[in-house]
T-cell receptor
Framework: DTEVTQTPKHLVMGMTNKKSLKCEQH?????MYWYKQKAKKPPELMFV???????INESVPSRFSPECPNSSLLNLHLHALQPEDSALYLCASSLGQGPSGTGELFFGEGSRLTVL | SQKIEQNSEALNIQEGKTATLTCNYTNYSPAYLQWYRQDPGRGPVFLLLIRENEKEKRKERLKVTFDTTLKQSLFHITASQPADSATYLC???????????FGKGTRLSVIA
């Protein structure tokens, strides 16, 4: 069983809806990540939080809004999404993310998002 | 520009044989190279990490090599089993506060 928990596992939403994806880890990791993955493609980095501060935003559209309320939680707020945003959204954590590299990533099982 | 390539999109092998997957990179100086396994519809699972000053790493039936001169890593699964069928991703881990970069993955099918 993964130690990174993502909810919901599946989400269907319309283009005008507002929803959130949630991620939780209790391993004491100080870096948390959101990835987007389309079918038969590698995970694509969206955001990195390091010590609860946003450290990397890979030019993600503003309809995706990340939030890190504390060191264990990571949210991704969704608003006015497009059908092409349908994908598997993966949360991950690592001990840290800094000058020495990232180290092992622990991924959650993902949230399968469908935008109608 | 920086590039990471996993040469085979798909690889089919017979049960019991050794599967060898390749990861090449250019314009990159990774501190580490990582390998992950991903099953359909699930998150990747970490398998092995090898440092730039290590030539080889083993874990049970898995072996990873890292050649910084050739800019290549090889991932071997010995005595392969149908349960090893999955997509295997390599990822470069560089210094300087940069995130992991994933290759496109190789989909391995082990046929009984």
């Amino acid at each position: 069983d993964t130690e990174v928990t993502q909810t919901p596992k599946h989400l269907v939403m319309g283009m005008t809806n507002k929803k959130s994806l949630k991620c939780e880890q209790h391993m004491g990791h100080r870096a948390m990540y959101w990835y987007k993955q389309k079918a038969k493609k590698p995970p694509e980095l969206m955001f990195v939080y390091s010590y609860e501060k946003l450290s990397i935003n890979e030019s993600v559209p503003s309809r995706f809004s990340p939030e890190c309320p504390n060191s264990s939680l990571l949210n991704l707020h969704l608003h006015a999404l497009q059908p092409e945003d349908s994908a598997l959204y993966l949360c991950a954590s690592s001990l840290g993310q800094g000058p020495s590299g990232t180290g092992e990533l622990f991924f959650g099982e993902g949230s399968r998002l469908t935008v109608l | 520009s920086q590039k990471i390539e996993q040469n085979s999109e798909a690889l089919n092998i017979q049960e019991g044989k050794t599967a060898t997957l390749t990861c090449n990179y250019t314009n990159y100086s990774p501190a580490y190279l990582q390998w992950y396994r991903q099953d359909p519809g699930r998150g990747p699972v970490f398998l092995l990490l090898i440092r730039e000053n290590e030539k080889e790493k083993r874990k049970e039936r898995l072996k990873v090599t890292f050649d910084t001169t050739l800019k290549q890593s090889l991932f071997h699964i010995t005595a392969s089993q149908p349960a090893d069928s999955a997509t295997y991703l390599c990822a470069l881990d560089a210094r300087g506060n940069t995130p992991l970069v994933f290759g496109k993955g190789t989909r391995l099918s082990v046929i009984a």
